[in-house]
């Protein structure tokens, strides 16, 4: 069975850092998109980014020169480097992953079950 597995959230300070991690299990890793999503509440679940199997990256405008996204295959985790954090940024982040192409939609076969971020101002 595919599981994906989220940690590393928490509560920060605006202008502070996170680092989340995404330990994925049951799948192709290396040959998997992998991507980031984050919904806040009462709002749909948006896009943050996305690194395809050859580790090319996509970022969502609102948080293009702040986040980085990454892959280690070799440890099948996918991480989510997130700095200059701002209120806005607060929601429960996601990891996902489907065969194929980096997707901003949430077109995607596995999800995790999320983690919170919660940054204060």
């Known amino acids: 069975q595919v599981q994906l597995v989220e940690s590393g959230g928490g509560l920060v300070q605006a202008g502070g850092s996170l680092r989340l991690s995404c330990a994925a299990s049951g799948l192709t890793f290396s040959r998997n998109a992998m991507a980031w999503f984050r919904q806040a509440p009462g709002q749909e679940r948006e896009f943050v980014a996305g690194?395809?199997?050859?580790?090319?990256?996509y970022f969502a405008d609102s948080v293009k020169g702040r986040f980085t996204i990454s892959r280690d295959n070799a440890k099948n985790t996918v991480y989510l480097q997130m700095n200059s954090l701002k209120p806005e940024d607060t929601a429960v982040y996601y990891c996902?992953?489907?065969?194929?192409?980096?997707?901003?939609?949430?077109?995607?076969?596995?999800w995790g079950q999320g983690t919170q971020v919660t940054v204060s101002s």
């Open positions: 690194i395809s199997w050859r580790a090319s990256t």
């Open positions: 996902a992953a489907r065969v194929g192409v980096v997707v901003s939609t949430t077109n995607y076969d596995y």
